[in-house]
């Protein structure tokens, strides 16, 4: 149960980080807009704070199939964006 919920609430957590990037328009008078130098630099650090979760095979069979694929995307996102070693899990699919 503890393990279920544990990947649950890593999945919300990396789904929220990956959803609420965006920001509103700032509104800045064109004297302030002169002090900011350069372009602003966005810096993802997510993949320091989530790292894969691989269920056991009781787990899978107590998932829905719709749960069941999101966690499995979950898991290809964070091999294409982290760049996660995951054991028994096809990268090429």
């Given at each position: 149960?503890?393990?279920?919920?544990?990947?649950?609430?890593?999945?919300?957590?990396?789904?929220?980080?990956?959803?609420?990037?965006?920001?509103?328009?700032?509104?800045?008078?064109?004297?302030?807009?002169?002090?900011?130098?350069?372009?602003?630099?966005?810096?993802?650090?997510?993949?320091?704070?989530?790292?894969?979760?691989?269920?056991?095979?009781?787990?899978?069979?107590?998932?829905?199939?719709?749960?069941?694929?999101?966690?499995?995307?979950?898991?290809?996102?964070?091999?294409?964006?982290c760049?996660?070693?995951?054991?028994?899990?096809?990268?090429?699919k």
């Amino acid at each position: 149960m503890w393990k279920t919920l544990k990947l649950l609430s890593t999945t919300l957590l990396l789904a929220l980080s990956f959803s609420s990037c965006s920001t509103a328009p700032a509104t800045t008078t064109p004297e302030l807009a002169k002090e900011v130098p350069g372009p602003t630099r966005v810096v993802d650090n997510s993949c320091l704070y989530f790292k894969p979760e691989t269920p056991s095979d009781a787990d899978v069979m107590a998932m829905s199939r719709p749960f069941l694929d999101q966690v499995t995307a979950n898991l290809k996102m964070g091999v294409e964006h982290c760049g996660w070693k995951l054991g028994g899990m096809s990268q090429g699919k």
